[in-house]
T-cell receptor
Framework: GQQVQQSPTSLVLQEGENAELQCNFS?????MQWFYQRPGGSLISVFY???GTKQSGRLTSTTVIKERRSSLHISSSQITDSGTYLC????????????FGKGTVLLVSP | EAAVTQSPRSKVAVTGGKVTLSCHQT?????MYWYRQDTGHGLRLIHY???????EKGDIPDGYKASRPSQENFSLILELASLSQTAVYFC?????????????FGPGTRLLVL
C-alpha cells in the first residue's frame, strides 16, 4: 500500500489565509523532506526535517517520527505560494532513497 | 548552487522505439537518481546509482535500464518504449552520506510515447 499519504489532495485559499498540509507515513524512515513544484516545473527542496520543528520565513515544518507524521504550515499565504507541495520520506535502507507522497495542490487566489 | 541538467527537455517517441534520456550534474555528487512522475502517482524511483559504472534498481525498474559512465552522467534507457511510459522524468543528485542534505532535481524531461 501507499507508504506516504498526503492530505488534503488539493486546497484553495484566499491570499492571507493560513494552510496546514499533512503527511503520514507507514514505515520506518530516516527523515522527512518537503518539496515545492510549480506547474510544469522541477522540484525545489523546502525543508529537510528529520525531527522537530523548523521555520523558514512563512513556512514551518514539524516532524514527529514516533507518530510517523510531518506537517507543513504556510502562514499568510501569497499568490506565489501556489503550486504542488510534495512530502518525501527518506528510507532507512541506505543511499538516501526517497518515497514520495502524491502531493497537495495549493491554489492561492487574490 | 547545485546544477543538474537533462536532455532532451521533451521528446515524442514511437511505441517499440528506443529512447535515451540523459542527465548531467556538475555538483560532484556521488548519488544520482531517476524518477518518473505521473498524475495520481507522484514521483517514483526507477533506478539509482551511488558510484560511476554501477547502477541499482529502484521501485519500478521494469522496462528501463540505466547507465552511469562517469560521476557526472547518468542515463535512462527505454529499449522498447511503450505507451505506459509516457510521463515526466526527473533526474536528481545528492552528496553521499548522512547529513542534512537533500536531492537536487533537474528540470525534467517530458516524454510522450505514441
Amino acid at each position: 500500500g501507499q507508504q506516504v499519504q498526503q492530505s488534503p489532495t488539493s486546497l484553495v485559499l484566499q491570499e492571507g489565509e493560513n494552510a496546514e498540509l499533512q503527511c503520514n507515513f507507514s514505515t520506518s524512515l530516516n527523515s522527512m523532506q518537503w518539496f515545492y513544484q510549480r506547474p510544469g516545473g522541477s522540484l525545489i527542496s523546502v525543508f529537510y526535517n528529520p525531527s522537530g520543528t523548523k521555520q523558514s520565513g512563512r513556512l514551518t515544518s514539524t516532524t514527529v517520527i514516533k507518530e510517523r507524521r510531518s506537517s507543513l504550515h504556510i502562514s499568510s499565504s501569497q499568490i506565489t505560494d501556489s503550486g504542488t507541495y510534495l512530502c518525501a520520506m527518506e528510507r532507512d535502507s541506505g543511499y538516501n532513497k526517497l518515497t514520495f507522497g502524491k502531493g497537495t495542490v495549493l491554489l492561492v487566489s487574490p | 548552487e547545485a546544477a543538474v541538467t537533462q536532455s532532451p527537455r521533451s521528446k515524442v517517441a514511437v511505441t517499440g522505439g528506443k529512447v535515451t534520456l540523459s542527465c548531467h550534474q556538475t555538483n560532484n555528487h556521488d548519488y544520482m537518481y531517476w524518477y518518473r512522475q505521473d498524475t495520481g502517482h507522484g514521483l517514483r524511483l526507477i533506478h539509482y546509482s551511488y558510484v560511476a559504472d554501477s547502477t541499482e534498481k529502484g521501485d519500478i525498474p521494469d522496462g528501463y535500464k540505466a547507465s552511469r559512465p562517469s560521476q557526472e552522467n547518468f542515463s535512462l534507457i527505454l529499449e522498447l518504449a511503450s505507451l505506459s511510459q509516457t510521463a515526466v522524468y526527473f533526474c536528481a543528485s545528492r552528496p553521499q552520506g548522512a547529513g542534512q542534505d537533500t536531492q537536487y532535481f533537474g528540470p525534467g524531461t517530458r516524454l510522450l510515447v505514441l
